[in-house]
């Protein structure tokens, strides 16, 4: 019997065993049918994540994050190149009720937003805007599209990647969409995007049998009705692993749905020194989220893949890897989003997902 649905991840999100849901993103309301076409690297209609460095004096927490949000957006607003003759106005114009490039659907979305009329064409906007890209900030795309008697233009920038973003903001934005007026002149949407993001990690609740999985025991035939692997001990509710490096490591990979279902494909013993950077790369993997989220998943076959690691003086603690989907680790405890490092070292669709030689 297959695992349940999770229950405590975001709307969208697959378990094994569940069809992964379809793309669902929240563009421009109104308008999302026409306002189609885009360039640049915010293709998606989801910022990109930012970078940056956290001060170990402050306490990450969801209201920490969130207020760093709203204070990046404050600031990402200020910095909106204001033409000359532009007119403030009170409320979003026709046709611009949401960001130039969409934005997800989650309750961590912050958006703060202004609204001008503006002495220029749509296009003569466009080449203005081009031409004042604010300080601090790199091109991230533009958007395009028309509706019934109306033309839309769009453009975004982005924090440059050596700017110092708190870590607990996501996708950190300034957006700004452009509707037709007349022949000389435009109404403005100013959108300052971005997300925070929760730290408390989600649990790994999943119904269903559990996998142990042991360096010295090698790894079982089959994962068939495997919910995930099973670890004891307090320090896994907070992080994927212990602290200290691991003595050795097992790597067991498995089939999922498609050809000899659910079997064991390859397993790979490693040194200390390949368990180390195993596990760093696991632990290098984010526990903080986005809230009450709808996202995109490709279809999920349940592959899987469970790392065992040898700790001094406790038993060997296990993660599962599910890597098709949308990808995601869990030890028992929690979940999180598999770092970049260990989708190379571990997705066998990666070039280099094996050892050092």
């Known amino acids: 019997m297959k695992p349940a649905p999770r229950t405590s991840r975001p709307t969208g999100m697959t378990r094994r065993g569940t069809v992964a849901s379809l793309v669902v993103l929240a563009l421009a309301a109104g308008c999302a049918s026409q306002r189609n076409t885009f360039s640049g690297p915010t293709s998606s209609g989801v910022p990109r994540q930012s970078t940056g ?99 839309y233009k769009g453009i975004a920038w982005s924090p440059s990647h050596d700017a110092r973003i708190d870590p607990g903001v996501g996708g950190p934005n300034l957006e700004v969409d452009v509707a037709q007026v007349d022949a000389n002149n435009s109404s403005w949407r100013v959108d300052a995007v971005d997300t925070w993001l929760d730290p408390v990690p989600f649990r790994d609740n999943a119904s269903g049998p559990r996998m142990r999985v042991t360096v010295a025991g090698g790894c079982p035939s089959t994962d068939k009705g495997s919910a995930g692997v099973s670890n004891d001990g307090a320090d896994l509710d907070t992080a994927l692993l212990p602290s200290g490096s691991p003595t050795a490591g097992l790597v067991c990979h498995y089939n999922g749905m498609n050809g000899k279902a659910f079997a064991l494909t390859r397993s790979v013993t490693l040194s200390a020194s390949d368990a180390t950077r195993f596990a760093t790369a696991v632990s290098s993997s984010q526990l903080s989220h986005l809230d009450d989220t709808t996202t995109s998943c490709p279809m999920d076959d349940e592959s899987l893949a469970v790392l065992a690691f040898s700790y001094p003086g406790r038993a060997d603690v296990d993660i599962a890897y599910f890597y098709t989907g949308c990808p995601w680790v869990a030890n028992g405890h929690i979940e999180a989003t598999p770092s970049e490092a260990l989708n190379a070292l571990v997705d066998p669709r990666a070039t280099s997902a094996s050892p050092s030689p």
């Not at 404050?74 to 532009?86: D, E, K, Y």
């Not at 114009?93 to 064409?121: C, N, Q, R, Y």
Request: proline residues 10%; without cysteine; glycine residues 10%.
């Open 53 to 151: 460095v956290e001060s170990s004096s402050v306490p990450v927490t969801a209201e920490h994050n969130k207020l760093a949000a709203e204070e990046e957006a404050r600031r990402l607003l200020a910095l909106a190149p204001r033409p000359p003759g532009a007119r403030s106005v009170a409320v979003a114009p026709k046709g611009l009720s949401g960001p130039a490039m969409g934005a997800p659907m989650t309750s961590s979305l912050i958006d703060h937003a202004e609204f001008w009329l503006v002495p220029m064409s749509l296009d003569d906007s466009i080449a203005w805007l081009r031409a004042h890209q604010p300080a601090g900030m790199d091109y991230d795309g533009e958007s395009s599209g028309s509706g019934p008697g109306e033309l």
